[in-house]
């Protein structure tokens, strides 16, 4: 029993300390704050934390100053891309505040723009070091954005840490990969459907249809993109 005691008090001390891995997304900016509260209290617990971010602008979001940073700027030549997410200035922006607007296509545009960061970072020669170097390293555990972050789940192949998918939307990439998908047989109305939580048959059915709709563009359009930007690093893995 003695020995037993010994073994899990042993266990614990070794466990009092972590070295993780958080991998944002930096599409839009909100990823970057509500994951810094992460950072900061595990850095408030004595764990070693390590951020990569890649980008094509780093946010204000200041991080705790026990944070290791590393963030990687990646080249935007892409002239609608800048408008949308870097400098922010494309008709969009200004719509989103009508009650009438409604982004039907912001989770397709931010995907397929996710997935042009990634390729943007994996295909300039010191984004590629630096991720290397990253995937090089060996963590207690992970923790990866899942959403609008290619190149993080990227990571998670690559790597043989232990992860965990910090989900915005609480449900996984390949069906939530725009978070107002709903898991079926949920009634929740799917974003771009103007429906509320009362729906009727009819309405149903509609939603039922905006659902599989969704699915479809992603596995369809996103998910056949983003297996193009990973081949070639997968293969030099291999």
Known sequence: MLVQTFLLLSTACCALAANVLIIPSS???VHRYT??????ELV??????????YGWKKSDVALSKGVEEVFVRVPLKDPVLRDVYVV?????????????F???????SAWLASVALC????????????????????????????????????HTGLQKSVFIYWSMTALRTESAWAHHSPSPPSYLPVHGTKLNDKLSFLQRIQNLGAYLRAIYVHQSIVLPRIDNVFKSVVLDFL
């Not at 922010?88 to 009438?100: G, L």
């Open 88 to 100: 922010r200035n494309h008709s969009v922006h200004d719509r989103i505040w009508s009650t009438d």
């Open 27 to 29: 599409i839009y900016p």
């Open 119 to 154: 390729d943007g970072l994996l295909q300039n020669v010191e984004g590629r070091k630096q991720f290397d170097a990253v995937v090089a390293r060996k963590f207690d555990t992970i923790v990866v954005d899942d959403l609008y972050n290619p190149c993080g789940l990227l």
């Open 35 to 40: 994951m810094k509260h992460l950072a900061e």
């Open 102 to 108: 409604e982004d039907e296509s912001e989770r397709t």
């Open 44 to 53: 408030n617990r004595k764990h070693s934390v390590t951020w990569f971010e």
